[in-house]
């Protein structure tokens, strides 16, 4: 089998995905028409030339403004299942998705709206495809610690829905620990916690992002290669970096796949695997990018395999679970 097939047919999880970030222009534009919302696009030629990001921030402006056609249960349900659909075509067996409430309540939304149509769709899709999943909430860095707070005691009673928080958004000038009371009343409450941390971010915000907010998993974490020490640590705990190389190309964190560093990360043992982030904002889902980063960095059938095998074992499944998968990698 050649290394294309072997990633096509190998059963995979992903575990770094905003569902926001699932949102087809064709979508935008059926939504924006049954809901009755201007969008700044006329067609999907223009929606396709604004994709164009500088950095993190560029992107997040349009992301934010894509999701203002989301208002009702069913739009959330649609746009989940879609992804679903997508996860069909890539052999996604596994899926732990992020989800924005406070994009959504800032505009008048309910969070039960938010909740209750992604959930939803992830029911439908297990009972349909055996597609298993956990939902993670992430909480927008860019706004203050009490307004975070609001959305916590919201989700406290969804936590049968909610696995764990996350933190994302615009990532310079709002470092981890600015969130460490909120993330200490989330543990507090058994929520499990992960942050996007070393994205664009200095690897200090690794560091914190693990001492103050006690993490799992770190988003991204690719910046982590500056600091030797770091990097020590990580390869002894094998804590997960969950790296998105389209994504990172895309805001310009490496300016071509070629340059991306996931091979160095696996020549130091890190526990990385790779993910698709915002794709249909980034040019791909989860084979895309595993298919363009093999080609682009050369990577071997076994590296191939270990991105693989890390996605379950990084994931939140239970032990069993995680070696039926394994087995048929
Ligand atoms: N929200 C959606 N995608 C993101 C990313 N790549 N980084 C930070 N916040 C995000
Ligand atoms: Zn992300």
């Known amino acids: 089998m050649n290394i294309k097939e072997f990633i096509k047919k190998s059963p995979k999880a992903e575990l770094h995905l905003h569902i926001e970030g699932t949102l087809e222009p064709e979508l935008m534009f059926s939504l924006a028409k049954r809901n009755n919302i201007k969008i700044p696009f006329n067609n999907i030629e223009e929606v396709k030339k604004a994709y164009n990001f500088s950095n993190l921030d560029s992107f997040l402006k349009i992301y934010y403004e894509g999701a203002k056609v989301l208002i009702k249960e ?5 746009l989940t299942w879609d992804y679903i659909l997508k996860c069909r075509e890539d052999n996604i067996v596994h899926t732990e998705i992020f989800f924005d409430p406070q994009t959504h309540t800032d505009r008048g939304i309910d969070f039960e709206t938010v909740i209750n149509g992604i959930f939803n769709a992830l029911k439908k899709g297990e009972k349909e495809f055996g597609l298993s999943f956990k939902i993670i909430m992430c909480f927008l860095r860019h706004l203050n610690e009490d307004e975070c707070f609001k959305i916590l005691d919201k989700a406290l009673a969804h936590k049968d829905k909610i696995f764990g928080v996350g933190l994302d958004s615009s990532e310079k000038g709002n470092p981890p620990k600015k969130f ?3 993330f200490k009343k989330a ?4 929520f499990i916690t992960v942050a996007h941390a070393g994205e664009e971010g200095p690897p200090e915000y690794i ?10 998993r770190i988003d991204h974490g690719v910046q982590c290669l500056k600091d030797d020490k770091l990097v020590g640590m990580l390869s002894e705990s094998q804590i997960p970096l969950t790296v998105c ?3 990172n190309v895309k805001l310009k964190v490496f ?3 070629e340059e991306h560093n996931l091979k160095r990360m696996l020549d130091k043992k890190l526990m990385v695997m790779v993910n698709s982030d915002d794709p249909a904002y980034f040019g791909g889902y989860l084979n895309k990018n595993l298919t363009e980063t093999q080609a682009a960095l050369n990577l071997s059938y076994e590296q191939v395999k270990t991105l693989l095998v890390n996605s379950f074992k990084s994931s939140f499944l ?3 679970e995680k070696k039926k998968w394994i087995s048929k990698i």
Not at 74 to 78: E, K, L, N, P, R
Not at 187 to 190: G, R, T
Not at 207 to 216: G, I, K, M, R, T
């Open 74 to 78: 069913q739009d959330f349900f649609d």
């Open 180 to 182: 460490k009371n909120l």
């Open 187 to 190: 543990l507090e409450n058994e």
């Open 207 to 216: 560091w914190e992002a693990l001492n103050f907010l006690n993490v799992h």
């Open 245 to 247: 190389p389209l994504s």
């Open 255 to 257: 300016n071509k796949l």
């Open 318 to 320: 239970k032990d069993a």
